[in-house]
């Protein structure tokens, strides 16, 4: 099946920093692709819809500023979370839909940590 | 708003017992639901779809409109079934890939 790879699996940064993780598709194309959040213990959140070429569309409660997204490409998402703070620590997944039935697949994540 | 709940966090069962995890939903209008699978250190992915209508690895659910339910089953377990389980309903159309996820179950099968 379509392959979504992320990077970096893990982070670890000052509070006050930028971290930028990106999310790419590695065999197939992705015009839309999709940013999560999981804290511990709890279930996904979509944060975002990432469209290649234009702006991305924030679920209510989302900080478009604190979350910025970009779709430059057709296989590339990336999310930066800027001025980051302890509570922005969780996991952040991306998902694209790909092959022929449209099946989302995800990435592997990743575990951001902020000091 | 749409809603996916999975009443259980836990569940375990023995080697070859039957198993259900379940998962209900709200939403006014007519969602897709699916089923992921999160095995240990490995990425979601995708078990079964409710419009495929297919048996994935012994699992089979099915929609339920009445009781807004769309459980997962299986009726002999396997070890190698332990995993995280999540039920995830999308809205579809141009929302599609969009998923509102249930909380998760954690399904332990014993030896």
């Known amino acids: 099946g379509a392959v979504v790879s992320q990077h970096p699996s893990r982070v670890i940064c000052k509070s006050g920093t930028s971290v930028k993780i990106e999310c790419r598709s590695l065999?197939?194309?992705?015009?839309?692709m999709f940013w999560y959040r999981q804290f511990p213990k709890q279930s996904l959140m979509l944060m975002a819809t990432?469209?290649?070429?234009?702006?991305?569309?924030?679920e209510q409660g989302v900080e478009k500023d604190k979350f910025l997204i970009n779709h430059a490409s057709l296989t590339l998402s990336t999310l930066t979370v800027t001025s980051a703070h302890p509570e922005d620590s969780s996991f952040y997944i991306c998902?694209?839909?790909?092959?022929?039935?449209?099946?989302?697949?995800f990435g592997e994540g990743s575990r951001l940590t902020v000091l | 708003a749409q809603r996916v709940t999975q009443p259980e966090k836990l569940l375990s069962v023995f080697k070859g017992a039957p198993v259900e995890l379940k998962c209900n939903y709200s939403y006014s209008g007519s969602p897709e639901l699916f089923w992921y699978v999160q095995y240990s250190r490995q990425r979601l992915q995708l078990l079964l779809r409710?419009?495929s209508r297919e048996s994935i690895k012994g699992f089979t659910a099915d929609l339920n409109k009445g009781e807004t339910s769309f459980h997962l089953k299986k009726p002999f377990a396997q070890e190698e079934d332990s995993a995280m389980y999540y039920c995830a309903l999308s809205t579809g159309g141009t929302s599609y890939g969009k998923l509102t996820f249930g909380q998760g179950t954690i399904l332990t099968v014993h030896p």
């Open positions: 065999d197939f194309q992705a015009t839309t």
């Open positions: 409710h419009i």
């Open positions: 990432s469209n290649e070429g234009s702006k991305a569309t924030y």
């Open positions: 998902s694209a839909r790909g092959g022929n039935t449209g099946e989302l697949f």
